[in-house]
């Protein structure tokens, strides 16, 4: 099958491998990172040169329309991990692990990293939480399984944070990237802090910082898709740029079908056989 047209050099780079996500840090090349839900999206993002396709849990409000990240199951995230494993050639494949999936016991984590890379496809996984994610984190990457971790604002904890908020609390943000790193992580995200927050947290580790809604000082940055490309329009988080509006030409392309449709001007000759 060929590979969507590009207009980027990435067609011709190597495929992305854990260790040089990580070596990324230290010749000071930004890390570009995106989330992907599907064999189609996956296919471009990955033919326009990302690094890595986040399956994020993201995907409970932009793709299920629930409020939040929680009820989204494993065998959902399999599901997705698997068709956007399929579509990326060059890119890293990371699945996060949703609620409740890792937070009961190490040996739970790590039987569902497990399915992620057996079932999926998938190079490593994504797990929420610092300190408190220390046993999970250790147990997957005993297993060779290749762990991002993620701190500050943790989706999966919006009711005990009481809601998507700035975290602030400079000394526990740094405590939990640290541990997380100590854990054994490759890299980890570091979400919706403050910019000196996210500089002093990349400075410190030696492992690549992913931000998103945390400034320009990480070692690379995440976005969601379909904020990015203007495709979910419920909620705009004022750190997610927008690049496209997606979501206004798939309207005005459907409203003009629905006019030809209706109108008798589709299908035409070129649309038809004889
Ligand atoms: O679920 C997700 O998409 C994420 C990213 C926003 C980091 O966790």
Known sequence: MTAPATTSQAKELRPITVPEFQAAKSRGTRLCVLTAYD????RILDAAGVDAL?????????VQGQENSLGVTMDEMVYHTRMVARGASRCLVIADMPFM????????ALENAGRFVKEAGAQAVKVEGGMRSVPAIRAIVGADIPVMGHV??????????????VQR???KLLEDALAVQEAGAFSVVVECVPIESAAKITEALRIPTIGIGAGPHCDGQVLVAHDMLGLYQE??????????DLGRAVLEAVETYCQEVRDGAFPGPDHSFQ
């Open 235 to 244: 909620f705009h988080p004022r750190f997610a740029k927008q690049y496209a």
């Open 54 to 62: 986040l399956v994020g849990d993201s995907l409970g409000m932009v």
């Open 169 to 171: 609390n400079d000394a």
């Open 39 to 42: 064999f189609t999206m996956a």
């Open 101 to 108: 999936s890792y937070q009961v016991s190490p040996q739970q």
């Open 152 to 165: 500050g604002l943790t989706p999966q904890s919006v009711h005990s944070l009481g809601g998507f908020r």
